[in-house]
């Protein structure tokens, strides 16, 4: 057994600190003697020293650290058991004081201690789940803070795109000029092609742009789907009005709308020139909206290319038929019917009314419009034919029907006359059809003059369609290409085979 020298505690003999104030065990019976040397240096004076391993503080007079049992070599006397407590009571260590960690020099001398205090886990958990459900409550509210702008911001736009009131013009007609073609001015002498150039002609346009747009506006109320592009051509004398017109060519087949553009630009006023007449071609686009213009302008350009140059126009003016207008009776309506007599008899008075309706049936059975029927008639047997798909038919009221437009050849065009002339109610036909053979024979013709004159007398040309195919012989390479040039010059058509051969001859000559 060994016993403490300081408190008598008795300890097992494997013990080597008191666990009360950690003073070394002695064996028993040598307690007493240390505990006598010991009192009187606990008394004194002196100063607290510093355990060199931990940097613990201990009371003067203790030989054994009280944290890491360490001894003190013997500078005083052992803690007491009343000190010990109180300084592990107050919560006092040597890291706390150095700010260094703890060094244990001997694992023997180790002593136990009293654990800090820790933060409960309940606490920690409660902190983290708060300030978790924080983060997601505000990500929560930034997500349906985004949502909602974004949907006032989609909903708005589509109403303020939508919004008649807000682009009235949009959805409105209207005429103007193609802006990828230019008004062409053609004299019958020089003087008055040059005197009347484009600028002039569209300040004209635009002066009376408003009638064809009241013409336009008319058609819509027949035809809400009409969207037309054409070529209107007015016939200009030097004193500045108007002597005939006609559409050389239209996006969309309607004669009534053609018609009716011509006789409302008949009445054009252009200023006077000392040249002779001239030709002015407009390109006038009747669209319903913006987003028609550049299609319509499009397919104007497209088939304006593809024209021909001695294709006829689609429709012209004529003379109206005086005869015809000068020929109608007025009506009987306007007449006034003479008083009976006074005291006629039943018999008299049943005559007289009979008369009248006789009158009255003859009077109004010429009167009814022969034109517009006959149009119709003429119309649907060209339509029968898949020959005459390029044909336009246009009725005078005395039953002359002028075909316009183009036919493959001859034959075809002899049919539509034909064609025509057997619908009832048709009693002449003017047939102004061109043919694409003529037209073929024609561009032909033109190169092969063209070549002649180039002194390429060994090249031929064959013309079929817009295609030109070229045979013969040449003495260069050179001339070989510059056949295929004048070729292409001299008609709107594209040399798709070459079959000139380079012959130079004896001694290149």
Known sequence: MKNCPHCGRSYPDGDTFCEADGSKLAEHGAASASGAAAGPSAAGGQQAIECPTCGGRAEPGEL??????????????????????????????????RGGPREFGDESAEIETEPEEEEPAGHRWAGLLGYSLAAVAALVAGIWLAIHLSGHRHAETPIAQASPAASPIAQQPSVTLARNMQISVRGS???????????????????????????????LETDATLRDGMVMRLHVMPDGSVNGGSVVLSTAQNP?????VVAAAGGWKFPAVSGGAADVDYPVIFASGPGDIGALEADLSTKMASRSPGESPEYASSPAPTAVVAATPPPLATATPAAPPPGPSKA?????????????????????????????????????????????????????????????????????????????????VVNDLTTETSQWAANQAAIQSALQAAGLTNVTAKVIGKSCYLDGKVKTEMDRERAVTIAMGAAPVKVSTNLIRVDPGFFGW
């Not at 004209?204 to 013409?215: E, Y």
């Open 348 to 428: 008299e008075m049943e005559r007289r009314a009979r008369r009248r309706r006789e009158e009255l049936a003859a009077v109004r059975r010429p009167s009814r419009p022969a034109a517009p029927p006959l149009s119709e008639r003429v119309a649907q047997t060209l339509g029968r034919d898949r020959r005459f798909g390029r044909v336009r038919a246009y009725a005078s009221p005395g039953g002359l029907v002028t075909l316009t437009g183009t036919v493959f050849d001859g034959n075809a065009k002899a049919a539509a006359a034909r064609a025509v002339r057997n619908v009832g109610g048709v009693t002449s």
């Open 189 to 219: 002498d020089l003087a008055g092609a040059l005197q009347r150039d484009p600028a002039g002609a569209k300040t004209v346009f635009d002066a009376n742009s408003g009638a064809l747009l009241d013409t336009y506006k008319r058609a």
């Open 256 to 260: 009534s709308l053609d018609a009716e």
């Open 64 to 97: 054994i650290c009280n944290f890491c049992g360490t001894r003190l070599g013997g500078e005083g006397e052992p803690l007491t058991g009343a000190t010990a407590t109180a300084q592990l009571g107050r919560g006092w260590s040597p890291q706390a004081e």
